[in-house]
């Protein structure tokens, strides 16, 4: 089991995705934002983040970047969740510091998959 933070501002997309980490023995944590989830993600290290792109203020590749620059979120894997799924959009996401790219709607399967592939097998 892991922790997961999610951020994703659609409160569709967030029960959805929560429904399938929970159902898959994850504990999810939830914010609407990109600067709330920062927040969140210093104060609770979550095991993982899921990241969607499209949020409101700041956008998932920044919010990505900025985790990646901070001392104390650094280590903590994101794995950018969006509709956006042209090429440039995930090379984009991936250079910004994300360690995997699915788009929406995600298969179940390949979702659990990946987070079992960033964290370890052991998730």
Not at 3 to 31: C, F, K, M, W, Y
Not at 40 to 69: I, K, Y
Request: hydrophobic letters at 40%.
């Amino acid at each position: 089991m892991a922790r997961i933070l999610l951020i994703e501002d659609s409160p569709t997309d967030t029960a959805v995705l929560t429904q399938l980490l929970e159902r898959n023995g994850h504990q999810v944590l939830a914010s609407g934002s990109a600067e709330d989830g920062i927040e969140v993600c210093r104060r609770e290290r979550p095991d993982l983040v899921l990241m969607d792109v499209v949020l409101p203020g700041m956008n998932g590749f920044q919010a990505t970047r900025a985790l990646g620059r901070d001392e104390g979120t650094r280590a903590i894997p994101v794995l950018i969740v969006s509709t956006k799924g042209m090429e440039t959009d995930q090379a984009w996401g991936m250079r910004q510091g994300a360690k995997g790219y699915i788009v929406k709607p995600p298969r179940e399967d390949v979702l659990i998959g990946e987070i079992r592939r960033l964290l370890g097998g052991d998730a």
